[in-house]
T-cell receptor
Framework: EAGVTQFPSHSVIEKGQTVTLRCDPI?????LYWYRRVMGKEIKFLLH????????ESGMPNNRFLAERTGGTYSTLKVQPAELEDSGVYFC??????????????FGEGSRLTVL | GENVEQHPSTLSVQEGDSAVIKCTYS??????FPWYKQELGKRPQLIID?????GEKKDQRIAVTLNKTAKHFSLHITETQPEDSAVYFC?????????FGKGTTLSVSS
């Protein structure tokens, strides 16, 4: 069975440009999470989907970030326009737990974003 | 305040020693307490978890203990080995979000 996959693995863009990150969760996993690590080791929560609905988006930093999960399968995270402070590693994770936030999260390898 | 506080930030031990990392949480409704390990350049992976109906769980050299009264849970690694060197994170519920602790960098020297 395929794990969580993320694309691209690394993206280098100029400030002001747009980038779209994609996450394919494990098939059948209703819960999908986005996290990011910016400087150092701390990993910050961005948002949580249950199927196609946003369960919690309290971690989204501002309106330059837009996450979608049409059809409840893969998800995209768009940053538009990108700023220097958006650089970091964006992790996606999925879970099949019927009770959200109480089951194992399976993480992707992460998408490294560098904004110049 | 923070929903989950993790200490220490860094921990250096000699091979064979024990290591303990603690997380304190604030959400009384929390009922699931996992620990993740992230090796350099790799994805976080679950190493052990515990649910609120038990106080301790062991898996070989790794154990997790839970004190619901004091609202903290701890990761215990015994007989540490160099391959245990990594960043360890606790996760905890904060409302409908699942929040990482700030991470503990464990270094095991041989």
């Amino acid at each position: 069975e395929a794990g969580v996959t993320q694309f691209p693995s690394h993206s280098v863009i100029e400030k002001g440009q747009t980038v779209t990150l994609r996450c394919d969760p494990i098939s059948g996993h209703d819960n999908l999470y986005w996290y990011r690590r910016v400087m150092g080791k701390e990993i910050k929560f961005l948002l949580h989907f249950v199927k196609e609905s946003k369960q919690d988006e309290s971690g989204m930093p501002n309106n330059r970030f837009l996450a979608e999960r049409t059809g409840g399968t893969y998800s995209t995270l768009k940053v538009q326009p990108a700023e220097l402070e958006d650089s970091g590693v964006y992790f996606c994770a999925s879970s099949d737990s019927s009770a959200p936030n109480t089951g194992e999260l399976f993480f992707g390898e992460g998408s490294r974003l560098t904004v110049l | 305040g923070e929903n989950v506080e993790q200490h220490p930030s860094t921990l250096s031990v000699q091979e064979g020693d024990s290591a303990v990392i603690k997380c304190t949480y604030s959400d009384s409704a929390s009922n699931y307490f996992p620990w993740y390990k992230q090796e350099l350049g790799k994805r976080p992976q679950l190493i052990i978890d515990i649910r609120s109906n038990v106080g301790e769980k062991k898996d070989q050299r790794i154990a997790v203990t839970l004190n619901k009264t004091a609202k903290h849970f701890s990761l215990h690694i015994t007989e540490t080995q160099p391959e245990d060197s990594a960043v360890y994170f606790c996760l905890n519920q904060a409302g409908t979000a699942l929040i990482f602790g700030k991470g503990t960098t464990l270094s095991v020297s041989s």
